[in-house]
């Protein structure tokens, strides 16, 4: 369970982080749990959890390459989504 609150502090420091890296913010992703797909544009991507059942999971986007930053909006909205599923994630990574 401190892996999942040390990487959901990180993932709320990046809410007010300028420049987020695509790498650095897919690895927090990942860390939580979550499995990251590419959608068919370039750069955009969903971030899906087993622990979670829906069919419409977030999305962003990093550009054209994995350097790129992710902006903050969709930083945000991850970062709100992981809050309201905290404790089926917390659940799933026990």
């Known amino acids: 369970m401190a892996d ?5 502090r ?3 420091e990046l809410t007010s982080s300028a420049n987020a890296s695509c790498r650095e913010f ?3 992703l990942e860390d ?3 499995t990251i797909e590419q959608c068919g544009s370039a750069g955009h991507k969903i971030a899906r959890h087993p622990a ?7 999305d ?3 550009g054209h390459n994995s350097g790129e930053a992710v ?5 945000k909205k991850l970062y709100k989504f992981v809050k309201q599923h905290e404790d089926a994630i917390k659940e799933y990574l026990k």
Request: aromatic share 20%; hydrophobic share 35%.
């Open 60 to 62: 962003y986007n990093c």
């Open 32 to 34: 939580i749990g979550f």
């Open 52 to 58: 979670i059942s829906l069919s419409d999971f977030p």
């Open 26 to 28: 897919t690895r927090v």
């Open 10 to 12: 990180k993932l709320g």
């Open 4 to 8: 999942f609150e040390k990487s959901f």
């Open 71 to 75: 902006k903050r909006p969709y930083i």
